[in-house]
């Protein structure tokens, strides 16, 4: 256990619809972290929340956004699916933003869309 | 622009044997990198991380990963595989803006 917690497991929903995740740190990390997983795109980075502000962007699309709320929670919300949206979406949390710390991974949330 | 490649999607070994799971990256800077194990329905786990120092880097249950410079490598090895070593493995390295790159993974297959 990472100590990183992510809910829902597992979401099914329709195109068109949007969604929340959401991801809760380890105690005391400030750094949250947003990944996607698919068969076709590999593991991807999203975005960097470090203490409510965002501090990078990988390939997040424009449909997508996600906040880091003042108690470290952060959510990952997707508008308008697509059937391609479905994946699997991992949080990750560490103490700062060094690049040399470790990243905390949560059990992801499992993403279909019909 | 940074970028992992992970030779082999699928690798097989013996109980026993030798695991060797490579990893090539292109980075314009000195890299952090990073090899992360995923078990079936489960996030992903740090193996084993190079930032700076020792070039050899040695990890948990029994793996290492050498940093290479000049050939722009960081393999992950073990001398003994075991059965609970089947999973998948990625490698990554990580830029100074913070932003990760992984590579498509290597699926390990230990055979009894």
């Known amino acids: 256990d990472s100590g990183v917690t992510q809910t829902p497991k597992h979401l099914i929903t329709a195109t068109g619809q949007r969604v929340t995740l959401r991801c809760s740190p380890r105690s005391g990390d400030l750094s949250v972290y947003w990944y996607q997983q698919s068969l076709d795109q590999g593991l991807q980075f999203l975005i960097h929340y470090y203490n409510g502000e965002e501090r990078a962007k990988g390939n997040i699309l424009e449909r997508f956004s996600a906040q880091q709320f003042p108690d470290l929670h952060s959510e990952l919300n997707l508008s308008s699916l697509e059937l391609g949206d479905s994946a699997l979406y991992f949080c990750?949390?560490?103490?700062?933003?060094?690049?040399?710390?470790?990243?905390?991974f949560g059990p992801g949330t499992r993403l279909l869309v019909l | 622009a940074q970028s992992v490649t992970q030779l082999g999607s699928h690798v097989s070994v013996s109980e026993g044997a030798l695991v060797l799971l490579r990893c090539n990256y292109s980075?314009?800077?000195?890299?952090?990198l990073f090899w992360y194990v995923q078990y079936p329905n489960q996030g992903l786990q740090l193996l084993l991380k190079y930032t700076t120092g020792a070039t050899l880097v040695k990890g948990i249950n029994g793996f290492e990963a050498e940093f290479k410079k000049s050939e722009t490598s960081f393999h992950l090895t073990k001398p003994s595989a075991h059965m609970s070593d089947a999973a998948e493995y990625f490698c990554a390295v990580r830029n100074t803006g913070n932003q990760f790159y992984f590579g498509t993974g290597t699926s390990l297959t230990v055979i009894p």
């Open positions: 980075s314009s800077v000195p890299p952090y």
């Open positions: 990750a949390s560490s103490p700062r933003t060094s690049v040399s710390e470790t990243q905390y």
